[in-house]
């Protein structure tokens, strides 16, 4: 089971700028990768999961250098989101809810990335560190 908390940070400024960009990349692939389920369904009539465009990952940070500054975990979970959307879309249509199809993400609608890497915590002191946003 996992817990979940939301804390607010108050982050310096190179930080805040950091989690920002990392929402940026982190939105653009989400919006990415549902381009991609799209063009294949409408292409040639196949679905592709989340662990499949997972294994994409590592030729996307080569061909984008950008993406080597978010955390494998990061994107990863970027991924898994989708596939809940999609999986979330699927069941309404199954039970004959309104489906709502999963959109595509704007600056307003994608304000979260989770980190669920170990190794770091947080605590009441300043130098609490996150291996891919650095000292908060």
């Known amino acids: 089971m996992r817990k979940a908390f939301k804390y607010r940070a108050k982050a310096n400024c190179q930080t805040q700028d950091k989690a920002e960009h ?4 982190c939105r653009g692939l989400y919006n990415n990768m549902l381009e991609q389920r799209i063009h294949l369904y409408n292409t040639i009539c196949e679905t ?3 662990y499949e465009q997972m294994k994409e990952l590592p030729g996307l940070k080569r061909e ?9 975990q990061v994107l990863r979970d970027v991924l898994e989101r989708l596939e809940k959307a999609y999986k979330a879309f699927f069941r309404r ?11 595509f993400k704007s600056k307003d609608r994608y304000d979260s ?3 669920k890497q170990a190794g770091w915590k947080w605590g009441l002191v300043p130098w609490d560190k996150s291996p891919s946003m650095g000292n908060i």
Request: with cysteine.
């Open 22 to 25: 990392c929402l940026d990349l």
């Open 48 to 50: 592709i999961s989340a």
């Open 64 to 72: 984008h250098p950008e993406y080597k500054q978010v955390g494998s």
């Open 93 to 103: 249509v199954k039970n004959g809810e309104t489906p709502g199809f999963p959109r």
């Open 113 to 115: 990335f989770t980190l």
